[in-house]
């Protein structure tokens, strides 16, 4: 019985349960549930769950801040643990701990950890956070806002990116002073594992078509192997359309055409291109939210991954990707009303101008937003607590 | 001794592939035969003028190269420009071994004119020979790619007022072809970045920068992410842009710049950045200005240059005059800008800017129901008037 449910286990392990959400973002109503695995290793005391917090660098903690009181005046049953890493804390100690601290909880919301790459010793935290717990899969939802300043209003992509191998294996040598290689690893168990999770996640969300990025006419061997283990994928999913494009001609369409995408599949490099280029269309980075998954642990960031160095102390940060990326991870625990109430209240005041903050176009400060999703919150959670104490 | 000489120079043209696409004398051929008292009813070249005659390497391609080939042509010689062209056809030729290689003609005339203007080539497959551009490439040490990306007024794009460069670096980084399976599904493919090339290719962007009045070089790379390659090849930017203080330079991650770049492309003004980066970037610059086939584009090398269009080969138009100039044309002015000939190429520019702007006269593809041919009399005609 034990090795049974341990095999089922095992076989849904990477298969994300998908359910409607109870808020319409857009005409899109779904979210992205914990699998089995996932949500025993999720750290639940007395119905509230615990995740972690690491505040990162630049904007990251000021934001992060803002989204605690959120949660606060929405009630979500959510403790943070809050675990120092940045820059700064170069010590493997500090690492360790945001690892353990992840390992324990399950979940975790991140800032940015900018790094330091002209100190040869300085060793990128973010990615070996998700190298360390396996967080495999990218995923990067680019759906046009309405009352947003873009230049395309009817834009909808899941983009859906290798996490783990690829150009960012950080393995680089100098065999003589001025030469240098780095070695980009692409292995046929991780494709298979990354093109299995992007067609099983457009087959549950009723997306019609996935489309795989490679430059396999130039790299024949590494992003061969990419394309060859999506197309054996694919045939198992007779009903989803597949298709492949070169990521130079990908990235023209994008800005050209980019209602034609539908859901993206690419390995790590070309992955962040044209997230970065998604997030761009739609309204920038401060807009969208991201999500990294592996078959245990979620950590839910910004989409773009940028810390906003520049913008750090102004109070003009745009709080709404860290904002719906903790919805998504709302959603994620199983928290649905207060994922799809929290999320609401954020769409609904950023598509006014006046709560429109810099790089949207706007004046308004963060605070200001903030402040103003607060007063659209405080409302809805009264009226859900009078009808929680008459029923 | 002078008569020696001109034999010698003649026997050398003798050597050459007589396929001249004008009908025009080479320069020293004529000079032989007027020493030699022919009768002169052969044109007369106005050597007074401010540039000799240069021969130009011409590689019409396939599908609607040769069309757009002939109508560059046309409008040089309605310029005036001191060019005269040297046919060359690339089909690749079996040699004794069985396999194919590329004709000789195309290096012997190269190696001669060290300009060459390259029209779309039909990627054959299967074919068992290596591509034409990387050959072309490796004979002459083609390092830098150089694609200027301008706004075209008259062909409507979500995007205003771009206006600039992107300079990649040509022969190494992630397209060295060094690949290897270590075991059964696992490979590694090799990106080289070595201190010459990233040292040249940044030198080059100061220089085109300087020569072309631009106030800022942008170094894109990932060295967050691939520290010892990407910072190998930062540093080398570094240095030289300390050597060149005139102009601006700026360092940004890759994401950082495509994010701004599809919010506010004017931002930007000269790009360099290793191969991969620089491919994906020029074309997402072309898709911003309207894609590939209005789009120049320019090879540079320590031994020669070679200006091509980088579009397709369309074969479902070619031979019906419905193909557009535009995008061999504007590499054609780079060619002449890089010869310095700037001011025939300003001319044939402007003459083809403002047939765009006007749209009166424009291609199917831009819009319009002219035929090839209508829309290089309209320019020729701008030019001439």
């Given at each position: 019985?034990?090795?049974?449910?341990?095999?089922?286990?095992?076989?849904?392990?990477?298969?994300?349960?998908?359910?409607?959400?109870?808020?319409?973002?857009?005409?899109?109503?779904?979210?992205?549930?914990?699998?089995?695995?996932?949500?025993?290793?999720?750290?639940?005391?007395?119905?509230?769950?615990?995740?972690?917090?690491?505040?990162?660098?630049?904007?990251?903690?000021?934001?992060?801040?803002?989204?605690?009181?959120?949660?606060?005046?929405?009630?979500?049953?959510?403790?943070?643990?809050?675990?120092?890493?940045?820059?700064?804390?170069?010590?493997?100690?500090?690492?360790?701990?945001?690892?353990?601290?992840?390992?324990?909880?399950?979940?975790?919301?991140?800032?940015?950890?900018?790094?330091?790459?002209?100190?040869?010793?300085?060793?990128?935290?973010?990615?070996?956070?998700?190298?360390?717990?396996?967080?495999?899969?990218?995923?990067?939802?680019?759906?046009s806002f309405k009352g947003v300043n873009a230049r395309y209003d009817d834009i909808d992509i899941v983009l859906i990116r290798e996490n783990t191998e690829g150009e960012y294996s950080s393995l680089e040598h100098e065999s003589v002073t001025g030469v240098v290689e780095s070695l980009k690893i692409i292995t046929a168990e991780k494709c298979e594992r990354i093109a299995r999770y992007a067609f099983d996640f457009a087959a549950r969300n009723g997306r019609k078509k996935v489309?795989?990025?490679?430059?396999?006419?130039?790299?024949?061997?590494?992003?061969?192997?990419?394309?060859?283990?999506?197309?054996?994928?694919?045939?198992?999913?007779?009903?989803?359309?597949?298709?492949?494009?070169?990521?130079?001609?990908?990235?023209?369409?994008?800005?050209?055409?980019?209602?034609?995408?539908?859901?993206?599949?690419?390995?790590?490099?070309?992955?962040?291109?044209?997230?970065?280029?998604?997030?761009?269309?739609?309204?920038?980075?401060?807009?969208?939210?991201?999500?990294?998954?592996?078959?245990?642990?979620?950590?839910?960031?910004?989409?773009?991954?940028?810390?906003?160095?520049?913008?750090?102390?102004?109070?003009?940060?745009?709080?709404?990707?860290?904002?719906?990326?903790?919805?998504?991870?709302?959603?994620?625990?199983?928290?649905?009303?207060?994922?799809?109430?929290?999320?609401?209240?954020?769409?609904?005041?950023?598509?006014?101008?006046?709560?429109?903050?810099?790089?949207?176009?706007?004046?308004?400060?963060?605070?200001?937003?903030?402040?103003?999703?607060?007063?659209?919150?405080?409302?809805?959670?009264?009226?859900?607590?009078?009808?929680?104490?008459?029923? | 001794m002078a008569a020696r000489a001109i034999r010698t120079a003649f026997s050398q043209i003798n050597s050459v592939p007589k396929s001249h696409g004008q009908g025009v004398l080479p320069f020293l051929q004529e000079r032989f035969l007027e020493s030699q008292s022919c009768p002169s009813n052969t044109r007369q070249y106005s050597s007074a003028g401010s540039a000799s005659i240069q021969k130009v390497t011409m590689i019409p391609g396939d599908g609607i190269g040769p069309e757009i080939s002939q109508a560059v042509k046309d409008i040089f010689e309605a310029a005036g420009a001191p060019i005269i062209w040297e046919d060359v056809d690339v089909t690749p030729i079996k040699g004794p071994d069985g396999n194919f290689h590329l004709p000789q003609a195309i290096f012997d005339s190269m190696a001669e004119t060290k300009m060459g203007l390259k029209g779309p080539l039909a990627t054959p497959i299967g074919k068992g020979h290596k591509s034409l551009n990387l050959a072309l490439r490796k004979a002459f040490s083609l390092y830098a790619n150089v694609r200027p990306c301008k706004s075209i007024e008259g062909y409507k794009t979500p995007y205003d007022e771009v206006d600039l460069v992107t300079i990649r670096e040509n022969t190494e980084g992630e397209y060295s072809g060094i690949e290897h399976t270590i075991v059964d599904g696992v490979v590694q493919s090799i990106k080289l970045i070595t201190e010459?090339?990233?040292?040249?290719?940044?030198?080059?962007?100061?220089?085109?920068?300087?020569?072309?009045?631009?106030?800022?070089?942008?170094?894109?790379?990932?060295?967050?992410?691939?520290?010892?390659?990407?910072?190998?090849?930062?540093?080398?930017?570094?240095?030289?842009?300390?050597?060149?203080?005139?102009?601006?330079?700026?360092?940004?991650?890759?994401?950082?710049?495509?994010?701004?770049?599809?919010?506010?492309?004017?931002?930007?003004?000269?790009?360099?950045?290793?191969?991969?980066?620089?491919?994906?970037?020029?074309?997402?610059?072309?898709?911003?200005?309207?894609?590939?086939?209005?789009?120049?584009?320019?090879?540079?090398?320590?031994?020669?240059?070679?200006?091509?269009?980088?579009?397709?080969?369309?074969?479902?138009?070619a031979g019906q005059d419905k193909a557009n100039p535009t995008a061999l044309l504007l590499s054609a002015v780079m060619m002449l800008r890089h010869m310095q000939l700037g001011e025939y190429g300003d001319r044939i520019e402007k003459a083809a800017l403002d047939t765009i702007r006007e749209g009166e006269v424009l291609t199917g593809d831009l819009g319009g129901e002219a035929t090839c041919s209508a829309f290089t009399k309209e320019i020729c005609r701008r030019i001439q008037s």
């Open positions: 019985m034990a090795a049974l449910t341990r095999r089922l286990l095992c076989n849904t392990a990477w298969r994300q349960t998908v359910v409607p959400s109870l808020s319409s973002f857009g005409n899109r109503n779904y979210t992205i549930n914990a699998t089995e695995q996932q949500v025993l290793s999720c750290a639940k005391y007395g119905g509230r769950h615990c995740v972690t917090l690491m505040t990162g660098d630049g904007v990251g903690p000021e934001i992060l801040t803002h989204v605690q009181e959120i949660f606060r005046y929405a009630g979500a049953p959510i403790d943070f643990e809050t675990v120092e890493i940045n820059s700064s804390t170069t010590d493997a100690a500090y690492l360790e701990a945001a690892l353990l601290s992840v390992q324990r909880n399950g979940v975790a919301l991140k800032g940015n950890i900018e790094t330091k790459f002209d100190d040869a010793e300085f060793r990128s935290m973010n990615v070996a956070l998700r190298s360390r717990l396996d967080l495999w899969s990218n995923i990067v939802w680019c759906r489309t795989a990025i490679h430059k396999a006419n130039i790299m024949k061997l590494a992003d061969g192997l990419f394309l060859e283990s999506c197309r054996k994928v694919s045939e198992d999913y007779a009903d989803i359309k597949f298709s492949d494009m070169i990521i130079d001609n990908a990235s023209m369409q994008m800005v050209s055409r980019p209602q034609q995408f539908d859901v993206l599949l690419m390995p790590n490099l070309y992955g962040n291109i044209l997230s970065s280029i998604a997030a761009g269309l739609v309204g920038g980075a401060g807009l969208v939210p991201g999500m990294n998954v592996g078959a245990k642990y979620a950590v839910f960031e910004s989409g773009t991954r940028n810390s906003g160095r520049s913008l750090k102390g102004k109070n003009i940060a745009n709080p709404t990707g860290m904002l719906l990326a903790s919805c998504d991870m709302l959603d994620y625990l199983g928290h649905h009303n207060v994922g799809a109430l929290i999320r609401e209240s954020v769409l609904d005041v950023i598509a006014q101008p006046q709560h429109q903050t810099p790089d949207m176009g706007g004046q308004a400060t963060t605070t200001d937003v903030i402040q103003a999703i607060i007063d659209d919150i405080k409302p809805k959670t009264q009226t859900s607590l009078q009808e929680a104490q008459s029923g | 010459t090339a990233s040292r040249r290719v940044a030198e080059y962007a100061f220089k085109f920068a300087r020569d072309n009045n631009r106030s800022t070089v942008t170094a894109v790379h990932k060295a967050n992410i691939m520290r010892m390659s990407d910072g190998l090849f930062l540093k080398c930017c570094r240095e030289v842009a300390s050597k060149n203080k005139d102009i601006k330079f700026t360092e940004h991650y890759l994401d950082t710049v495509c994010l701004n770049m599809v919010q506010d492309p004017t931002q930007f003004d000269v790009l360099v950045m290793p191969n991969l980066y620089g491919d994906i970037l020029s074309d997402l610059c072309a898709g911003l200005i309207g894609g590939l086939g209005v789009t120049p584009s320019g090879n540079i090398g320590e031994d020669g240059a070679i200006f091509e269009s980088v579009h397709g080969t369309a074969p479902d138009i």
